[in-house]
């Protein structure tokens, strides 16, 4: 179930799941100067052990495509296992077919940031602006 009171900002906390190293630490600080209470994890696995070890993120920002499990069958692990019941869902890649896009329904996430075209600020505003859409 949705808590129904928003987390402020300043309060957040955001997952981030990308097997890109260098982005994965350009957005955790990104997001860390905006307030946000971040972890970061570069494979789905390690993602999946951090939920299941009762990690409760406002936020989920998952890349698509990764080795090993993608990030659309982690998105799908986390609604089966009911991980991360409070969090918004996005997923950020650099796939923009529509076949990703209706993939990504349905696992039913609540947003898609095409990462190529968009700067970590820019990030930053679109989570937040889907974030409290959701809310
Ligand atoms: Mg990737």
Do not use: H, W
């Amino acid at each position: 179930m949705t808590d129904p009171t928003p987390t402020p900002a300043t309060k957040r906390k955001i997952l981030f799941v990308d097997d890109d190293k260098f982005l994965l630490d350009i957005y955790a600080l990104k997001f860390i100067k905006s307030g946000y209470e971040v972890r970061a994890c570069d494979s789905t696995e390690l993602g999946l052990k951090t939920l299941r070890d009762g990690y409760e993120p406002d936020v989920i920002l998952a890349d698509i495509v990764m080795p090993g499990m993608d990030g659309l069958e982690f998105i799908a692990m986390v609604r089966e296992e009911k991980l991360a019941s409070k969090a918004v869902i996005i997923m950020l890649t650099n796939q923009g077919s529509s076949e990703d896009v209706v993939k990504a329904q349905k696992v039913k996430v609540d947003g898609y940031i095409v990462k190529a075209t968009t700067i970590p600020s820019e990030v930053l505003a679109e989570v937040e602006s889907i974030y409290n859409r959701r809310v």
